[in-house]
Structures are given as structure tokens and as C-alpha cells.
């Protein structure tokens, strides 16, 4: 009997991206796993149903994981989505471990096994796996072309016949996968672009790209290609020396994050007030709160003559690529999960006991199972 792998549609509203896309659901196909996708499911990434072939459809979420034993998602899921998946099923999505709470529960509570995409672990066997850098470095390129969009300036230089237009200086805050195809698609259009990163070993990176590095002295790499939090005086002296450089910045692009932590604070309003008319923020921390003080998740508000955008859902606006990229990412991961055409999980491999949430009933993942019993005592 063939492995059922099934593929709702997104209830998460934003979302437009889908778990899988026709050239993956073929592949999965071909290697003899039974298909089952939610009848519009890629609509909103531009995959209509058509595109799909050799594959099962079904009419609701509920009939798709009637008899799903791997169920894929991008958002995690509702807890009505939960109470609609087999007892005993897989599921591989984002799964927000830091938070979501009641959804963490009732999957364990319903005995799912649930792998979470964001705790995928980044060594050299898991790139191939690794959506978070996949999806991040959409957000790059479509941070840049935002700057770009809603900057009152060329960000190239040209000469005209009216003179000389001197290029736009961008300033990229985190030179992670995010910063660095932003610093990328910045130069691309022509601007002079500054980066700043906590990790030093990002330096060599940022000037790879044409980039110029900012040096502050503060080095707070980690384990897992991560950046720690910094102590207070770090946060200090950080923010005094990024000052001057946001303020003659025409454009600035912020991806600093802490995973699980809300979004550090990097601008105060004081320095976007330094900052010239027509300049411009675009935060792509926003969902964790933003760098930025004045930034408001899903707005675009104009202070001091200064516009901050705080954008939310950033690789789906690209949903073609995100999708295909995303989908590609749980692809290679579920090879994890198959042996002999059989479900056959290494539950010690490295990489499963790293993103797992959920299992046997259990909370698997130690920072959750800590928070949760933590706050029911």
C-alpha cells in the first residue's frame, strides 16, 4: 500500500503560497506516494488545479487528510485543522514552536507528530532543507525592490542631460540571508550599499556582494549560523554607532531577528527623525515586532517625512518562486521519512530529533515542552 501525502488549502490569511507545486507532486508521484491535493489549493501561488497530473483531488481539507499519513502546510494550523488529521499523521510545516501554544497541545494531544521547518538544523546535510534561508532570501530581493518602489530617489546613478544624479545610499541591518540578497539586489540597481551584522563573520560576506561593512565592535555570533542577544550595554553602544550611518542612509533595510525573541530594537525614532525627507525604512522584522520603533506590522506610515514600511508575508508576494522553492525544501526532507517506498523514520537521524515538535503523545522540542509545563505550574 503506497504512502497518501496530502495538501490543504492555506487557511492562514496572507498566506498565499502552497506546500507543493506540480513538479514535486510528480516526483512524489513517480516514487509511488499517493498524491491528494485540496482542489484549489495553488490557486493564489498561480498553480490552478490543470497544472497538476497524476495525482488525487479532493473536494474538502477534511476528505484530503481523511487518510493522510504525511500532511504537508506552510502556516501552521488552526486548531479545527488539527482535529481534521488522522491520529498518528506526520506534519511538516512552519510550526511557530516559540508560540502557538494551544495548537502544540492539541497536536500532541491527538498524537500527530509534528516537524517544525524553522527548527530544520543548519549544518551542510539540511541546506537542501533549510526553507528558512530559502524564503529569506525572497525577502531579500523584494526588500530591495520595495526600497526601491517607495524611495523619492534614483537609486542608481545617471547623467543626463540636466546633470548628474548621485546614486541612493542603501543601509542593510543584518547581513543573514535576507540582508545579504537584499545588499545583492541593491547594488544591482545601482546604489552604494552599507551593511551592519552582530557576527563579524558576516564581513567578508557583505564585501563579497560590493557591499561595505560597518564596524561597531560588537561580535555576538552563536551557534547555528544565529546571532545571540546582546547584553544591554552591547544594545547601547550598537545604537550609538548605527545612528549617524541610518540618518545618511536614503534607504534603509532591516532583517535583524532572534529567533523565538521579539525583533530587537535598532532605530529609535529619534534617528529616523535625523533622517532625510523622502528617505525611506522597509522592516522586515515586522512580524516580531520590528527594528524599527515607529514600524507597524502590515503599514506603511510617513514620519517626519520619513516613510516606514512594515510588510508581512514577504516570500509570498513572490508565490510562484516561494512555493517552488518551499515545496522543494519539505520534498527533500520527507526522503527522511521513506525508506523501500515505506514509511520508515530514523527518529535519532540528526535532523528529524532536530525539528521535531511533537511525537508519541510527547512534546519532543525542549524549549517548548519547558515553556508550556512552566506555565501550568
Not at 501525502?5 to 507545486?21: H, K, M, Y
Not at 510550526?95 to 494551544?102: A, F, R, S, T
Request: glycine share 8%; aromatic share 4%.
Amino acid at each position: 500500500m503506497s504512502i497518501c501525502l496530502a495538501i490543504t488549502t492555506e487557511t492562514s490569511e496572507g498566506e498565499n503560497r502552497v506546500a507543493i507545486v506540480p513538479a514535486i507532486a510528480e516526483k512524489f508521484s513517480r516514487a509511488g506516494v499517493q498524491v491528494v491535493l485540496e482542489k484549489g489549493a495553488g490557486v493564489s501561488s498561480f498553480y490552478p488545479d490543470s497544472d497538476f497530473d497524476d495525482i488525487e483531488f479532493s473536494d474538502t481539507a477534511a476528505e484530503a487528510c481523511a487518510t493522510a499519513q504525511i500532511l504537508l502546510k506552510v502556516a501552521p494550523p488552526s486548531v479545527e485543522e488539527v482535529a481534521l488529521m488522522p491520529e498518528g499523521c506526520i506534519l511538516i510545516c512552519y510550526m511557530h514552536p516559540h508560540g502557538n501554544d494551544e495548537v502544540i497541545k492539541a497536536l500532541r494531544d491527538r498524537n500527530i507528530t509534528a516537524l517544525s521547518m524553522e527548527l530544520v538544523p543548519r549544518i551542510s546535510r539540511a541546506q537542501s532543507m533549510d526553507s528558512l534561508s530559502s524564503q529569506a532570501a525572497i525577502a531579500g530581493y523584494k526588500a530591495a525592490l520595495m526600497a526601491a518602489d517607495l524611495s523619492a530617489r534614483f537609486f542608481p546613478m545617471l547623467t543626463t542631460a540636466a546633470g548628474t544624479i548621485r546614486p541612493s545610499r542603501v543601509f542593510v541591518i543584518g547581513a543573514g540571508v535576507a540582508g545579504l540578497q537584499a545588499i545583492a539586489t541593491a547594488k544591482r540597481l545601482g546604489a552604494v550599499v552599507e551593511a551592519y551584522d552582530v557576527r563579524s563573520v558576516t564581513k567578508e560576506q557583505v564585501e563579497s556582494l560590493g557591499g561595505k561593512f560597518l564596524e561597531i565592535g560588537v561580535d555576538a555570533s552563536s551557534e547555528g549560523g544565529y546571532a545571540r542577544e546582546l547584553t544591554e550595554s552591547e544594545k547601547h553602544k550598537e545604537r550609538e554607532m548605527m545612528g549617524n550611518t541610518v540618518a545618511a542612509a536614503h534607504a534603509v533595510i532591516c532583517t535583524a531577528h532572534v529567533p523565538g525573541r521579539p525583533a530587537p530594537r535598532l532605530i529609535d525614532t529619534a534617528v529616523v527623525e535625523r533622517m532625510l525627507p523622502g528617505s525611506v525604512v522597509i522592516d522586515l522584522a515586522a512580524e516580531s515586532g520590528g527594528n524599527c520603533e515607529l514600524t507597524q506590522p502590515g503599514k506603511t506610515i510617513v514620519h517626519n517625512g520619513v516613510t516606514i514600511h512594515g510588510p508581512l508575508h514577504v516570500p509570498g508576494m513572490l508565490a510562484v518562486h516561494a512555493s517552488e522553492m518551499y515545496s522543494r525544501n519539505l520534498y527533500n526532507l520527507v526522503q527522511l521519512l521513506i525508506s523501500d517506498g515505506e514509511l520508515k523514520p530514523d527518529w535519532d537521524d540528526e535532523i528529524l530529533a532536530g525539528c521535531t515538535v511533537t511525537r508519541d503523545g510527547e512534546i519532543k522540542h525542549g524549549p517548548t515542552r519547558e515553556r508550556l509545563q512552566g506555565a501550568s505550574s
